[in-house]
């Protein structure tokens, strides 16, 4: 069976690095490309073909830019991974079509597992502010 390839997004090397390693120890899964900003995001998902972006929605040009994109553009599941939790924002990208939102303070070695679910369709909200993003997206807001 194929590695599900994967993009990590983030304008911090340092996370960008951790992120990418916890998605190495998984066989599941390879590391198809890195990328510092949206628009790199952009060049580096056409390029490699990418099955799931983990995205850093306060990166520079836009995550949330970014995050629409790749719903218009080739097939792929956005994961945001972010510190950024307010419910607006949460509420707006799950609006946008991403699968996931996990809170960068409570990511660890579930990662895989988190990301292999919401490939398989769940919709994983992993924030503080999960419920209230909830409310949020149920009363139009």
Do not use: N, W
């Amino acid at each position: 069976m194929a590695q599900i390839r994967v993009v990590v997004a983030d304008d911090d090397e340092s996370i960008r690095t951790v992120l990418s390693e916890v998605i190495r120890s998984d066989p599941r899964f390879e590391v198809a490309g890195e990328a510092a900003d949206g628009v790199e995001l952009l060049e580096v998902v056409s390029r490699t073909e990418a099955d799931v972006v983990l995205l850093d929605v306060r990166m520079p040009s836009g995550g949330e830019v970014a995050a629409r994109a790749l719903q218009e553009g080739p097939p792929v599941v956005v994961v945001a991974v972010s510190a950024e939790t307010s419910p607006d924002t949460v509420a707006a990208l799950l609006r946008a079509g991403v699968r996931g939102y996990l809170g960068k303070g409570r990511l660890g070695p579930d990662l895989p597992d988190l990301v292999s679910r919401c490939l398989a369709g769940e919709v994983i909200v992993a924030v503080p502010t999960a419920a209230e993003a909830i409310r949020h997206l149920a009363d139009g807001r």
